[in-house]
Nanobody
Framework: QVQVVESGGSLVQPGRSLRLSCTAS????????MAWYRQAPGKEREFVAG???????NYADSVKGRFTISRDNTKNTVYLQMNSLKPEDTAVYYC???????????????WGQGTQVTVSS
């Protein structure tokens, strides 16, 4: 099996920074795309940032210029550096990994359990 676990969520003041981490583990042959999504209470889950296996990135307009996604392939880990945080960034942040599983054909999509980010004064 494959496990995806996020960490780093916290309560922070507006304007501060926070770094989230997401690590995939288990019977992994390789990891293709990884991405961050978020969901605020009463709202639909929305895309935040994504990164390909080759390092290509894309961002939601609401976070462009403030957030940076990166990955460390040797650790099966993706990061989300969040700067200039706003109250509107408050949400549960979820990590998604598209993974080739050892001994299996094709790729599979796995989600983490989420980590809470609260931006408040």
């Amino acid at each position: 099996q494959v496990q995806v676990v996020e960490s780093g969520g916290s309560l922070v003041q507006p304007g501060r920074s926070l770094r989230l981490s997401c690590t995939a583990s288990g019977s992994i042959f390789s990891i293709n795309n990884m991405a961050w999504y978020r969901q605020a209470p009463g709202k639909e889950r929305e895309f935040v940032a994504g990164i390909t296996s080759g390092g290509g990135t894309n961002y939601a307009d609401s976070v462009k210029g403030r957030f940076t996604i990166s990955r460390d392939n040797t650790k099966n880990t993706v990061y989300l550096q969040m700067n200039s945080l706003k109250p509107e960034d408050t949400a549960v942040y979820y990590c998604k990994a598209v993974v080739r599983v050892a001994g299996m054909m094709g790729s599979y999509q796995y989600w983490g359990q989420g980590t809470q980010v609260t931006v408040s004064s």
